[in-house]
C-alpha cells in the first residue's frame, strides 16, 4: 500500500471483480495514481505521518500575526529563529503565544491550517526587514513540529478516487503498447484526467487548499 484513498478489494468489489486476480496489478497502480493525482490537485494528501515528530519549515510573509501551515493534526512545538541564523532560539507555547486555527477544526474531522499570533503574546512572527537598498526577508524562521495530514480521509475523496481508479486502469490496458504512463511524474498524468471528469471535481473541489497569505 502506498497511501492508496480506497481499497482495491473495495475498488474490485464495485466492478464485480470479487474473486478474480487478473487485474489486481493494473487496479492497485490505478488507485495509486488516483491518489497522488487528487493530492496534485488539492495540493494536500489526506493521510496521517505516523507520529508527531515530523518537521517543517517555513518563511513568514506579509504579515507578522498570521502563518499559513502545512495540515497539521497534532502540534509537538513551535520555534522561531529571529535573527535568521539558523539556531530556533524561541518556544512558543499554544493558546498562550498563538492559536492554532481553524479553532474547533479537531471536532470537525479536520487539521490545523493557520497559526494566528495572539496580540497580548510574547512573541510576533519573525518578518521582513530593512537591507540596505531594498526590503528583505528572513527565509526559514518558523520551524514547527507535529503530526502533519489528515487523520481519517474525507469519504468525498474515498468515493472520487473510486470513480477515478476504473477509468486510469481502463486506459492503460487500452494504450498503446500497454504502456501505463499515468502514476509518473507526481500523479500529473492522472491529475488532468481527472480535472476533466466533472463528478472528481465536484466531490474534491472543497478540498483544493487556497492560500491566503
Known amino acids: 500500500m502506498a497511501n492508496e484513498y480506497a481499497l482495491l478489494a473495495d475498488l474490485k468489489a464495485t466492478l464485480d471483480l470479487s474473486g ?13 495514481a488516483a491518489s497522488r493525482a487528487i493530492d496534485n490537485i488539492c495540493e494536500r494528501r489526506f493521510w496521517p505521518d505516523p507520529d508527531a515528530t515530523s518537521v517543517r519549515y517555513y ?8 502563518l499559513e501551515i502545512d495540515d497539521l493534526i497534532a502540534l509537538t512545538s513551535f520555534e522561531t529563529d529571529n535573527d ?20 474547533n477544526a479537531p ?45 481519517a480521509v474525507p469519504d468525498e475523496i474515498k468515493q472520487a478516487t473510486m470513480i477515478l481508479a476504473p477509468r486510469l486502469s481502463r486506459r492503460s ?3 498503446p503498447f500497454g504502456v501505463i504512463g499515468f502514476a509518473m511524474e507526481g500523479g500529473s498524468s492522472a491529475a488532468m484526467i481527472a480535472r476533466q471528469d466533472p463528478d472528481v471535481m465536484m466531490l474534491i ?6 492560500l491566503v497569505f
Open 205 to 210: 473541489g472543497p478540498y483544493v487548499r487556497v
Open 59 to 66: 518563511t513568514p510573509r506579509r504579515s507578522s500575526r498570521l
Open 84 to 103: 535568521a541564523d539558523g539556531v530556533f532560539e524561541f518556544s512558543w507555547t499554544v493558546n498562550t503565544d498563538f492559536v492554532l486555527e481553524p479553532l
Open 173 to 175: 490496458r487500452e494504450a
Open 20 to 32: 478474480e486476480t487478473f487485474a489486481d496489478a493494473d487496479l492497485q497502480l490505478a488507485l495509486t
Open 107 to 151: 471536532a470537525d474531522g479536520e487539521p490545523y491550517t493557520m497559526v494566528r499570533v495572539q496580540p497580548y503574546g510574547h512573541y510576533r512572527l519573525p518578518g521582513a526587514y530593512r537591507g540596505f537598498t531594498q526590503r528583505v526577508t528572513l527565509p526559514r524562521t518558523v520551524k514547527v513540529t507535529g503530526q502533519f495530514g489528515w487523520q
